[in-house]
Each structure stands twice: as C-alpha cells, then as structure tokens.
C-alpha cells in the first residue's frame, strides 16, 4: 500500500476512535479554548516533531485567526528540507457546528507524537514512511463560529459574521442553485472576503500541498473534485485519487461510505468551495472531502 494510501488510512482510523452525540457533550467535546490548550500542551511536549503558528487576518472590523501545528517526524528541521518532502495540509473545523473533526485532529495529532496507539496494521509501515512527509493541521479553521455554537447556537456553520467559509472561494463563487437557503451558504460579499479563507488561501499558497484533506462532518463519505460540478476531472491524477478513496472505503468503510464528487454524490452542488479552488487554482493534485458521522 502506498504512503498516501496508508496515511488517509491512519486519517480515518482517527474518525472513529472519537465518538458523537448532541446537544454538546462536555465529557466527549472540548470548549474551543480547551482543545488548543491540549494541542499547545503537546506541542510543548513534543518539540522535536511540533511547531505551532498562529495565523491572523482582518477585513472590514472582522478579524480572525487560526492555529496551524506542523508536524515533522524524527527531529526538526529548517522550512528549507520541505520542498524535498511530501507535503500534506489536513483542515478541520471549517463549519462551527461540526465538533467532531477538530477533536479527531486532536486525536490524529496525539497519535503521530505517539501519546495515543496507532493500529498495528499501520503503525510498521507508517513510521518507516513519516521521514518523507511534512504535515500541516489546522484544528479549527472557524474559531468565531465554533464560539458561536458553545454560546448555544448548535446549528450555526458559518463564521463569526454569517458567512459560509466553504462558499467564499472565488471558483463558482456566487452561483446559486434553485434551493439556496441564505442563511447556511451565505457565500460573502466576494470571494475571500472573509479573514479564514484569506489565512487558508495564503497558507496553501505558500506550502504547495500535495495532498489537501476538508474533513467534515454529518455523513459518512469520501469526496474528490469537484464540488460545483456533478464530475470528476479528466486525467491520471483523478484515477489515483479515486483508487485511493475506493482502498479507503473498502478496507476501513467496509463499502459503506459514499465515493465519488461532493457535486455528483451528495445530491447538490456547492459553489466557491475551498476543494475545487485548491484542485483548480492552486493546482494541489490530490484534493479530498472526508465526511464523517
């Protein structure tokens, strides 16, 4: 199995070692604050593999930032042995009310510095693999809304000013479909107009992933390109991309997930999305969505 493949592996394994329930639940699901105090706890234990940033950005009164922790294995190194590596951008809480994936990016995190088991079907062939790869998680890209949500607000996605951060990307920014509900795609004033998607953009920019993976939440499916098509795109690369999904599926999903394009699987389309910009624009070549429940 390749890298990548047993890397998304260790991915999803991660998804369902954390369990979900609502309305919150404070013995499952950390306050905001609480989580990235864990996430600088382990930093601070581990800083021979971990580095944490914090990214801001402001726009019109707004402002917003958010925690990047990079991940390096067997010692750390300058930014400069990056470009000789594979290089991975794993993003979690874009939508405020998804709790669940900023704690599975915790749990992914404990698992690479080793404070939490890796499965022994992975744990061999993924520590030999760690030396080539650079990871970037981002545990909460909505902060303001994930505030939100902990004030009460359970269903709110959007971020601290009402807007859909996974719809104010500027690919097919603004098209609506005929059953567009304002208030949960509120794609923005323009594209990038919010704080989170200028830090997202800038931060891909300048990292050149190779891989990036959206995780989400609310159903159990693996997505590629594109969001605001019902297609897939042409090429090689798009069949690697599929095989990996399809080896995901079937060796951990046991066949149950949903496989294919968010427009082309999830029953609508989705425009100015953060997957079909970085695929489209920004040229990463293997781009997913991982929906977990």
């Given at each position: ?7 998304l ?5 991660s998804?369902?070692s954390v369990?979900a329930?609502t309305?919150i639940n ?8 609480g989580?990235?105090?864990e996430i ?12 944490l ?6 726009n019109k009164?707004?402002?917003a930032k958010?925690f990047?922790v990079?991940?390096r294995h067997r010692?750390?190194?300058t930014n ?9 951008i794993?993003?979690f809480g874009?939508?405020?009310r ?5 704690e599975v990016?915790l749990r992914?995190l404990?698992?690479?510095?080793g404070?939490?088991e890796?499965p022994?079907i992975?744990s061999?062939?993924?520590n030999?693999?760690?030396d080539?790869?650079?990871i970037?998680?981002?545990p909460?890209?909505n ?6 949500v902990e004030?009460g607000d359970?269903c709110e996605r ?6 859909d951060?996974?719809r104010n990307?500027?690919v097919?920014w603004?098209?609506k479909?005929?059953?567009y ?8 004033t323009?594209p990038?107009s919010?704080p ?7 931060l891909s920019a300048?990292?050149?992933?190779h891989i990036?993976?959206?995780?989400h939440?609310?159903m159990e499916?693996l997505?590629?390109?594109?969001d ?8 090689h ?6 095989t990996?999904?399809d080896d995901?599926?079937?060796?951990h999903c ?5 496989v294919?394009?968010g ?10 999305t953060?997957?079909d910009y ?15 429940s």
């Amino acid at each position: 199995m390749s890298t990548f493949a047993l890397l998304l592996l260790l991915l999803y394994f991660s998804f369902h070692s954390v369990h979900a329930l609502t309305p919150i639940n404070r013995d499952l699901y950390h306050i905001s604050d609480g989580l990235i105090a864990e996430i600088k706890g382990l930093v601070g234990r581990h800083p021979e593999s971990l580095d944490l940033e914090t990214w801001r950005a402001r726009n019109k009164g707004y402002s917003a930032k958010i925690f990047v922790v990079t991940y390096r294995h067997r010692g750390w190194k300058t930014n400069d042995d990056d470009d000789h590596k594979y290089r991975i951008i794993l993003s979690f809480g874009q939508h405020g009310r998804e709790l669940i994936t900023s704690e599975v990016a915790l749990r992914l995190l404990k698992i690479l510095c080793g404070e939490h088991e890796m499965p022994s079907i992975l744990s061999d062939s993924l520590n030999h693999s760690f030396d080539n790869l650079v990871i970037k998680v981002i545990p909460m890209e909505n902060l303001n809304g994930r505030k939100l949500v902990e004030a009460g607000d359970l269903c709110e996605r959007r971020n601290g000013r009402g807007v859909d951060l996974n719809r104010n990307w500027s690919v097919d920014w603004g098209k609506k479909e005929k059953d567009y509900d304002p208030y949960e795609e509120n794609p923005g004033t323009a594209p990038f107009s919010e704080p989170e998607t200028q830090i997202m953009r800038r931060l891909s920019a300048s990292f050149r992933p190779h891989i990036w993976v959206n995780v989400h939440s609310g159903m159990e499916a693996l997505f590629m390109p594109y969001d605001h098509r019902n297609t897939t795109p042409e090429g090689h690369t798009s069949q690697i991309m599929r095989t990996l999904l399809d080896d995901l599926n079937h060796l951990h999903c046991k066949d149950h997930c949903m496989v294919g394009s968010g427009g082309g699987s999830v029953g609508y389309l989705a425009h100015g999305t953060s997957t079909d910009y970085v695929y489209d624009v920004i040229k990463v070549p293997m781009v997913f969505t991982f929906e977990v429940s």
